[in-house]
């Protein structure tokens, strides 16, 4: 069972807090710019204040439920926030290097042989599969193992992060997928993991993907899923919730954005491992109160060993992780 400790090594977390903290610093010096936005998911305008976090305002839609920021920084706000971004460098050179083995064998393998799986269900060609948001690579680096594909191709406009791709001899792009003509290459395979939470606006790039991939070709993506239980239970306490998640759809918001872009949805689910995890630490460290709760306390606490995979799978399986993989094709 994944551990969240694996993935984030406490004795790096503090350094990666100070950097964080001084992104968010220079972010916020725009905020007299911020700019209101309508529901990424659905365009109503008819809305909610939840809770602010990092100094950004986060609303409900009063239609489809999902949560996003308004005012949010702008595009430009976003490009100059990631280009110059002490956390990211310090994830890059710290938190990835010492996770990467965990990383590797409990996310990313699964990530691959999951898209592998659903290019043989749905008898996908495999020539080209574009990663959006390549990172660490490591995705792309599994993948190319594999020789399914002909190319493989990484878009990653963090420099730090492009460079360190490129070291594992990994195909890059360093732009914005918005900003990338591939002329009249065939892509069969987009895949993005948490990347469309970050974006200024999901619609665009969904229609810019949707215009890169052949007809038959299929989007992979994974993103937060603001009503699983880490997400529902903590509020603004979650670690998902931050500055840089602008868009926190649920599973069938998120589904009928997709549809509305003209794909055809054809799976979903919630595949997370560290809900029960990550509200328990939350717990032990003071920052969410289970006194009055006592189902949680008896689950997260008392009852912890015999009860934390039982109770993880069984949120993963009813869709009722805070993480969830959508799989759409182009028809």
Known sequence: MLKESEIRPNELMEGQAE?????VERLLKHKHNFIIVPCPACGSHDHHKIYEKYGIQFVACNECETNYASPRPRPEHLDEYYSHSENYAYWNQYIFPASESARREKIFKPRVQKVLDICKKFNV???????????????????????????????EPTSDLAQTCRNRGIEIIEK????????????????NFEVIEHLFCPREFILKCYGL?????????????SKGFDILTLGKHSSAVDNEHLNMFNINSLSKLLE????????RETPGKLDAELVRNQIIAGHFDVSNQPFLKHILIDEWESHKEVFQNFLSANNLSS?????????
Do not use: W, Y
């Open 19 to 23: 950097r964080h903290a001084a992104d």
């Open 125 to 155: 060609t495999t020539h080209t599969l574009l990663e959006v948001g390549a990172g660490f690579g490591i995705f792309c680096e599994e993948i190319q193992k594999t020789q399914t594909f002909n190319r493989i191709v990484g878009v």
């Open 176 to 191: 914005p997928i918005e900003q990338v003509d591939f002329g009249k290459e065939n892509i069969n395979v987009i895949a």
């Open 213 to 225: 991939l052949v007809s038959g070709g299929i989007f992979v993506l994974t993103c937060p899923n």
């Open 260 to 267: 509305s872009c003209g794909f055809e949805v054809i799976e």
């Open 323 to 331: 993480n969830m993989l959508l799989v759409a094709r182009k028809p």
